[in-house]
């Protein structure tokens, strides 16, 4: 890895649109994601949106996890960005997949922090 | 716009060390750049790691602003991701150079969210 920061963007879809609603669950979903990944949670933030869609944080020691549900249109994003090449991110991957009843996913990885790079622009790996 | 959601993903290089390693000064840049870009602040949480570093989320009714710095390399990321269209996140991403006093920075933008795509792949705009 070149880069300071690692940055795995994924893309739920086609997930139960009751779960993508449910606040309590995604938290705890979100959280044992990152436990399962090895880092440490420093704080979780979450929120419920009327009419539907929960907005969520965790705050890791290794930088953060974010998560954004449309319920309406079975559909959540959820962000790790990670400074710890260490961190098992495809577990984390895994885990929310089978947690949303998703049935199509997909995820990139976008080095984040490219200090050695002679061009400082956002590369994909 | 395609997706649900637009994810700005912006790279501030050459910063000032002394402004990436304080808490107080980024989470009011880091509220602030939420206000210029008409964004609706539901909450926001920072934290200040040993010996240096400082992460920070600022979680907005439109979705988040997530900041990581890294004082020894003169460098933090910033996402912005947003499930408004009209958000000013322009606006967010000048008031944030300036802030950090970054003399080389770049932003990309990633929908979120193809739900009317055939290939739901993340697409860079």
């Known amino acids: 890895?070149?880069?300071l920061g690692l940055?795995?963007?994924?893309?739920?879809?086609?997930c139960?649109?009751?779960?993508?609603?449910?606040?309590?669950?995604l938290e705890e979903s979100m959280n044992e994601a990152a436990n399962v990944a090895g880092a440490t949670i420093i704080k979780s933030v979450f929120h419920q949106f009327?009419?539907?869609?929960?907005t969520g944080v965790v705050v890791v020691a290794e930088s953060h996890l974010a998560i954004?549900?449309?319920?309406?249109?079975?559909?959540?994003?959820?962000?790790?960005?990670?400074?710890?090449t260490d961190m098992d991110y495809l577990t984390s991957y895994q885990l929310l997949a089978k947690a949303l009843n998703s049935k199509v996913h997909n995820y990139k990885s976008v080095e984040r922090g490219l200090i050695n790079s002679n061009i400082?622009?956002?590369?994909?790996?």
């Open 68 to 84: 954004h549900t449309w319920p309406e249109h079975g559909y959540a994003a959820v962000d790790f960005f990670t400074c710890n």
């Open 1 to 3: 890895m070149n880069g």
């Open 16 to 25: 139960s649109d009751t779960i993508l609603n449910k606040l309590d669950v």
């Open 50 to 54: 009327a009419p539907q869609g929960v």
């Open 120 to 125: 400082k622009q956002l590369d994909e790996l």
């Open 7 to 14: 940055h795995i963007l994924m893309e739920f879809y086609e």
